[in-house]
């Protein structure tokens, strides 16, 4: 992931930082973010020579020893390709194995496919029907600038072992192995951190440097009760009237990657060489061929024909300038919601905090199907961190703004924090004086300057002494609908941390937060009427290489799988292979930073327009794809 809105051709799932812009933004190494955006499926497609070298990926402890070892090949290739020389497992297998020889646990299979006739949506719907409406799955997009689609996009299904923690109680579901493992641990982050810390990533050169492989999913706003234990139990957390995990990640061995500049699409599969197997020939040879098929079949998916309903092109003739409607429920009336705004400056007065972000829930029925509000968001907010997930007990629809933890391959930590809005002009000229009004307004400004100095403290607690640089501050950014101030904070990962001690730092976001943040949450637990769920936590990956992306979770839908009190429609038209729609409830949460001079009814309008514009994704896909509750099309 890179900078967010800021500079063109760079997407927030793939920080690639050019060599002139790191002598802008010194003094600190700011390497390539791994972690990319941009892909696309398939019909008819044509596989391309992918021979390329495989190295020990940088900084892995592969590479340590690759650096020292004497024998370790230097041009190994593990592309499952169709060249002449490839064209065969046994080629591929002999530079599997030079891969596992130098040191790599963890070698990728792949291929390279043309796709400039695909798409990242119809790409997913490849790997994963209607009909899988809850197999844990990604998509991940991104637009920067407002209008400028990022080039990598990223998907995947099907994950090999899944982590899923409600509050201490941590479920291991290893499905390669068919087994569940249920345990208590104080902090549940640490058995995906765990499984993490003895990779050894073998590379392909022919694959570009972003993310291909690794844990994908959330960590939710009460995980930050593992990292503070007493001070903020789970006990005085508000009701969980949903029961949705604390936090879900996947890990994904087979993954799709679409470069949108080269319209090339590379499906991946990594293959896990056990220490065991490492010196029986054998063993890796039933590794490699189990690898082999698996990368096959994830091929020959992309290559298949898509089902004639399972992406209908609907017809865009909604207003999407017009002013979205008003949500039509929250789980806090009006008058309760300015009670806790008042209740909130009491504490702001008395000295407890400076600021909070208090949150309501909105919730909205709808019998549009949570990927197809994911089409219509696309169009409505284009955003750095587009996701559609598909996540145990809830399906995540997000275009999220800001990062919440980055974690490059060169173990830079990065936190953006954005604070400070201005809706964006119908001209340049308009824009400009939006900007300006924007910079001018004292409240605002002190705001961000705030959540600039959270920042730097949660990335100081990680990072080498005198790294924390402070690289951009109070640049504007625009979006296609707003625009915000940001910043930019940067520190080097100390030695003995990883990406999932910056991840524990960061949490929450003084975004979502307050100031101090201890004390502004325990304020939450008595504000707020239920738990906030993935709303307020991070989305996104960590891959093998140890690098980490995760998007801070606003203008985020959270849609339970399923209600008691869910509605179907049968009125299916004659012939349609669609099953009968059902009933969905979208949740959108949306908050509002009060300070000391905060008016509790402009403060109550913030979150109700937060929602409205996100719930204008819902009423695009009602008109797009549904019509008395069938398909359009």
Known sequence: MSSLGQRPHVNAYDAQTSQAQRKLMTPIRVRRAALGRAFLPVKATATIDASASIRNHPGSAAAQSASSAPAASASTSTSASTSRKDSTPDAGFEKFMEAVNSGANLVPLSKRIFSDHLTPVSAYRCLVSELDSELPSFLLESVVNGDQQGRYSFLGSCPAVEVVATRDRVVMLDHAAGTRTVSTMADPMQLPESLSRNWRPARVDGIPDVFTGGWVGYAGYDTVRYVYGTKLPFESAPADDRQLPDMHLGLYHDVVVFDQATKILYPISWVPVPE??????????????????????????????????????????????????????????????????????????????????????????????????????????????????????????????????????????T?????????????????????????????????????????????????????????????????????????????????????????????????????????????????????????????????????????????????????????????????????????????????????????????????????????RAIDLAEQAFVQDGRVVG
């Not at 004086?433 to 910079?439: G, N, R």
């Not at 339970?560 to 049968?570: E, F, G, I, R, W």
């Open 276 to 413: 065991q197997d490492a010196a029986n020939p054998e063993a890796l040879r039933a590794a490699y061929d189990a690898g082999y098929s698996r990368l096959s079949r994830l091929s020959s998916r992309l290559s298949s024909a898509l089902p004639a309903a399972s992406l209908t092109p609907g017809d865009i003739s909604l207003d999407l300038n017009k002013r979205p409607a008003l949500p039509s429920s929250s789980n806090m009336t009006k008058q309760e919601f300015i009670d806790a705004v008042a209740a909130t400056k009491e504490h702001i007065q008395a000295g407890d905090i400076f600021q909070l972000v208090l949150s309501q829930r909105f919730e909205r029925r709808t019998f549009a199907t949570p990927f197809e509000i994911y089409r219509a968001l696309r169009v409505v907010n284009p955003s750095p961190y587009m996701v559609y997930m598909q996540a145990r007990g809830c399906h995540i629809v997000s275009s999220s703004p800001e990062i919440l933890c980055r974690v490059d391959n060169g173990r830079v930590v």
């Open 415 to 615: 936190n953006r924090p954005l604070a400070g809005t201005r809706p964006r002009g119908k001209d340049v000229e308009t824009d400009k004086a939006l900007e300006a009004d924007l910079l001018a307004d004292q409240k605002e400004i002190a705001e961000h300057v705030m959540l600039v100095d959270l920042g730097r403290n949660d990335v100081g607690k990680v990072s080498v002494s005198g790294s924390v640089v402070v690289q951009k501050l109070m640049e504007v950014e625009r979006y296609s609908h707003v625009m915000h101030i940001s910043s930019t904070v940067t520190g080097d990962l100390l030695p003995q941390l990883d990406s999932w001690d910056a991840l524990r730092a960061a949490l929450p976001a003084g975004t979502v937060s307050g100031a101090p943040k201890v004390r502004a949450m325990q304020i939450i637990d008595e504000l707020e009427v239920h738990k906030r769920g993935p709303y307020g936590g991070g989305i996104g990956h960590v891959s093998f290489t140890g690098a980490m992306d995760m998007a801070l979770g606003l203008r985020t839908m959270i849609i339970p799988d399923s209600a008691a009190d869910t509605l179907y429609k049968y009125d299916i038209p004659a012939g349609s292979e669609c099953p009968p729609r059902r009933e969905w409830s979208v949740h959108i949460q949306a908050g509002a930073g009060i300070v000391a001079d905060s008016r509790p009814e402009a403060e109550y309008e913030e979150t109700v327009n937060k929602a409205a514009a996100l719930g």
